[in-house]
């Protein structure tokens, strides 16, 4: 069974950063794309970053220029680094991997920024 665990939210004050981690287990090695989406208060929940499994990446136009994400094959664990992070940033980020041609979510973990 597949399971998605992160960590590394928390309260921050605007222009600060946060990483954010989130560990897969029960995959047997088989990751494609892996990301982050977030879902705001009354809001949809939204793509973030994408990384596929050949390290392409792609992110929101909000985010570009802010934030990074990265993974590690070794650790089955993808990461995003958050920097000037704004009072709009504040959501339930959400960890996502495509394994063996189906989507997988984790719990999320909430970011709040504080202004």
């Known amino acids: 069974q597949v399971q998605l665990v992160e960590s590394g939210g928390g309260l921050v004050e605007a222009g600060g950063s946060l990483r954010l981690s989130c560990a897969a287990s029960?995959?047997?090695?088989?990751?494609?794309?892996m990301g982050w989406y977030r879902q705001a208060p009354g809001k949809q929940r939204d793509v973030v970053a994408l990384?596929?499994?050949?390290?392409?990446?792609n992110y929101a136009d909000s985010v570009k220029g802010r934030f990074t994400i990265s993974r590690d094959d070794d650790k089955n664990t993808v990461y995003l680094q958050m920097n000037d992070l704004k009072p709009e940033d504040t959501a339930v980020y959400y960890c996502?991997?495509?394994?063996?041609?189906?989507?997988?979510w984790g719990k999320g973990t909430l970011v709040t920024v504080s202004s």
């Open positions: 029960g995959t047997g090695s088989i990751i494609g794309a």
């Open positions: 996502y991997a495509a394994v063996r041609s189906a989507n997988f």
């Open positions: 990384i596929t499994s050949g390290g392409n990446s």
